[in-house]
């Protein structure tokens, strides 16, 4: 298995413990025999369990538990089973019905487990049953993708807006935390000193939230800045979005030839990427790699992803990739336009780049000709050229026609016309005849331009 760094599936006791940190930290008042042992990793055999909705005929419940063994093998689990039961909703108490959620202690004892993954978000109540019932841990599709989220963020921002969602995601679970400053059983006596600690630590993590917030803020002014000034440029911008291990990364990489860093693995980049693409007609725009989707993706990590996401907002064309070689691809592409329905942008242009063409079956046929789609590999290279053409096609649309003679001495607003549209020159005795298709705030400019130059000629 993977070595991998204490945080690990176990991350939300880490990032509980840094934030409640200072003399009355977990660790500080767990014993130095008790800590060793909360602190080492073992090998972590995951079962994973889920339900199969009859109601619910867009995503199967087999598809479901193979991404999520997935998710638990990028994590560093070892996935030793997995079992569903046929139900429209889960149990309030065991999530499985009572009688098939005792079942597990056999498995249990059958595989050897000593970590349950449930597939779907669990509130405190079913954790802490299920925890009682098997005593192992317990995780649920929410905690294990967000544990991912962290070992994958490289950057502050990254690592930010993990670190919110993280808080946002175990505030309301903290209190199964604090078990060892209470006596066993109820009634009186066991009150007070827990209690209090865990009112202390619950103020403790959401001042922590709040500053997270306000370092995100400062992010988000940035970005916002940062688009203000591509804006003033009349820079086009597409943003790539797409389910997990879409092959994005590679995609930016083939229209940019670049080396960003891409794997063959779910969530391989989080932090997002942006690279200088030259469309055929020699107009340049920034294309952004933006964190990948997946089904059940949690609300938390949306919200705190928000100033990462805000590229998809901001940006003129949508490039959504999608695994052509994937079965499910049509449920994946139902996932991805869920989220983007979520921030606002689900009808914003778009193209959508059905990818890894080389590895569909010889007898596939050729893919159907549209106006919307486009089909390519990223990896070989087939298709990036036409890619390209009808990126450059779709931002067209978006343009304005101008025809303008632009005087000698505005040099730099034809140079800037010629990265920023389609267009052609013209050398004429009374400046540059500039024609074709620009962005809105150019093409006025060059009209005015070729406006000032005609009256000061009358003068």
Do not use: C
């Not at 098997?134 to 950057?155: C, G, M, N, P, Q």
């Not at 007609?281 to 100033?307: C, E, S, W, Y």
Request: aromatic residues 4%; hydrophobic residues 40%.
């Amino acid at each position: 298995m993977t070595e991998r760094r204490a945080a690990g599936l176990s991350y939300r006791w880490a990032s509980i413990a840094a934030v409640v940190g200072g003399s009355g930290t977990i660790l500080e008042r767990m014993s130095e025999r008790s800590r060793m042992i909360d602190l080492t990793i073992p090998d972590e055999r995951a079962f994973l369990i889920g339900l199969d909705n009859p109601d619910d005929h867009g995503w199967p419940v087999e598809r479901s538990l193979a991404e999520l063994a997935a998710l638990a093998e990028t994590a560093g689990a070892t996935v030793v089973g997995s079992a569903f039961q046929r139900r429209p909703e889960p149990d309030p108490v065991w999530y499985f019905g009572k009688g098939r959620a005792a079942e597990l202690v056999e498995e249990k004892a059958l595989h050897d487990f000593n970590l349950l993954i449930v597939d779907d978000e669990l509130d405190p109540k079913q954790q802490r049953s299920l925890e009682k019932l098997l005593e192992i841990k317990v995780l649920d599709r929410s905690a294990l993708i967000i544990d991912i989220f962290a070992r994958h963020a490289k950057t502050k921002e990254g690592r930010l807006q993990v670190e919110l969602a993280a808080l946002e995601y175990h505030l309301p679970r903290l209190t199964r935390m604090w078990t060892h400053l209470s006596r066993t059983g109820g009634g009186i006596g066991t009150r007070g000193p827990g209690e209090s600690q865990l009112e202390t630590d619950r103020r403790l993590i959401r001042e922590k939230i709040k500053k997270v917030r306000a370092d995100l803020d400062n992010v988000k002014r940035h970005r916002a800045t940062t688009a203000r000034q591509r804006d003033r440029h009349e820079v086009a911008s597409a943003a790539l979005v797409g389910y997990t291990n879409a092959g994005k990364s590679t995609l930016l990489n083939a229209l940019a030839d670049s080396d960003v860093y891409a794997a063959d693995m779910l969530f391989a980049t989080l932090d997002p990427t942006s690279r200088q693409v030259v469309l055929p007609t020699g107009q340049r725009m920034v294309v952004t790699d933006t964190v990948g989707f997946i089904n059940k993706l949690p609300h938390d990590l949306v919200d705190a992803f928000r100033a990462t996401l805000e590229e998809v907002m901001r940006a003129d064309l949508l490039l959504e990739v999608v695994d052509a070689a994937d079965p499910d691809f049509v449920g994946q592409q139902t996932a991805v336009q869920a989220v983007l329905d979520e921030l606002g942008a689900g009808d914003k242009p778009r193209l959508t780049v059905y990818n890894k063409l080389d590895l569909l079956p010889a007898d596939a046929g050729a893919p159907p000709a549209s106006e919307h789609a486009v089909f390519v590999s990223a990896a070989t290279g087939a298709g990036i050229d036409l890619l390209r053409q009808r990126i450059s096609d779709t931002l067209r649309h978006e343009m304005v026609a101008v025809d303008a003679v632009v005087p000698y001495e505005r040099g730099e607003l034809v140079a800037r016309a010629r990265t920023s549209g389609d267009v052609e020159e013209a050398y004429e005795e009374r400046g540059v005849r500039v024609s074709g298709h620009l962005p809105p705030a150019i093409a006025s400019e060059l009209t005015a331009a070729g406006r000032r130059r005609r009256t000061a000629a009358r003068g």
